[in-house]
C-alpha cells in the first residue's frame, strides 16, 4: 500500500510539471480559443506498452494538455482491442489515481504474498480481450459515431504501437471519418509498414482527407522539454482549425 501511495504521489508531482509547458505550447499554437474537445485512444492488444510505462506518459501528456486547451472538461478515454471501450472520464484531479488504474500494468512479485492487487485495467482484461488484438479501424469508427453534433472541433490523441501491422481498412476508415470535426493526431512509434507513415501518399489519393496527423517525435528521450513534445503535437491540429471547413 505504501508503495502505491509513492507511485501516485509521483505520477501527481509530474502533472505538475507539466503543466507550463502544455500551458506555453496552447499559447504558442494560438488553439484554446477554440476550447477543443480532448480524446485519448490506446491500444490494449500488447501488454508491453502498459509495462514500460509508455501508456501512463501518453495519459499524463493528454490530461495535462486537456486542461490546457479547454480547461475544467477533461479528456475522454479509449482502450481499443477487437473493439473500442469507453473508460472513465480522465480529469486532472484524479489523474495519478486513473494511471495507476488504467494505464499501467503493475510488474509482477516475486513472492505470492506481496503480489499486489489487479488493477481495474487487469480486472477488466477478460471483459475487454486485452492483450490480444488492437483494431485502430474499428476505435475510429466507434470514437466518429459518438462525436456530438455540437461544433466543438476534437482533438484525437490516437497512440499506436511498434508491433501493430498495418491494416488496410485503416486508410477507409481514416477517409471514411474525414467529414466529422475531429482532428486524428496519432503518436507512437508504428511499425514501417503502418499507414501513418505514408500520410503524403494517402492524401495524394484523397486531398480532402486533412484532419489527420502522424507525430513522430511522441516517444523522444527521456529528458526532452515537454514544450517540444506538446507543440508538436498542436501543430498539424493548428493547421486543420485555419482550413475553411464545409
Do not use: C
Request: no cysteine; aromatic share 10%; proline share 9%.
Amino acid at each position: 500500500m505504501a508503495a502505491e501511495e509513492a507511485l501516485v504521489s509521483k505520477r501527481a508531482g509530474k502533472l505538475r510539471k507539466g503543466r507550463f509547458a502544455a500551458s506555453l505550447a496552447v499559447r504558442a499554437s494560438a488553439v484554446g480559443r477554440h476550447s477543443p474537445r480532448v480524446v485519448l485512444a490506446f491500444p490494449g492488444g500488447n501488454s508491453q506498452p502498459f509495462e514500460s510505462g509508455e501508456i501512463a506518459r501518453t495519459a499524463r501528456r493528454a490530461v495535462i494538455l486537456g486542461e490546457s486547451l479547454a480547461p475544467g472538461t477533461g479528456v475522454e478515454p479509449w482502450i481499443y482491442t477487437a473493439r473500442a471501450h469507453r473508460l472513465p472520464h480522465l480529469r486532472p484531479a484524479d489523474a495519478a489515481e486513473w494511471i495507476e488504474d488504467w494505464a499501467v500494468v503493475p510488474p509482477p512479485s516475486l513472492l505470492t504474498r506481496d503480489a499486489p492487487p489487479d488493477n481495474r485495467l487487469l480486472e477488466s482484461a477478460e471483459r475487454y480481450g486485452l492483450f490480444e488484438s488492437a483494431d485502430a479501424a474499428e476505435a475510429i469508427r466507434t470514437i466518429t459515431a459518438g462525436l456530438p453534433e455540437d461544433g466543438v472541433p476534437t482533438l484525437v490523441l490516437f497512440h499506436i504501437w511498434a508491433p501493430m501491422f498495418d491494416d488496410p481498412t485503416l486508410a477507409d476508415q481514416l477517409e471514411a471519418a474525414s467529414g466529422a470535426n475531429a482532428f486524428w493526431q496519432f503518436l507512437g512509434d508504428p511499425d514501417l509498414t503502418h499507414v501513418v507513415w505514408h500520410l503524403d501518399e494517402l492524401r495524394a489519393e484523397a486531398p480532402h482527407l486533412t484532419n489527420v496527423g502522424f507525430y513522430r517525435g511522441w516517444n523522444m528521450p527521456q529528458g526532452t522539454p515537454e514544450y517540444f513534445l506538446f507543440r508538436g503535437a498542436l501543430k498539424p491540429f493548428a493547421r486543420w482549425l485555419r482550413q475553411p471547413k464545409n
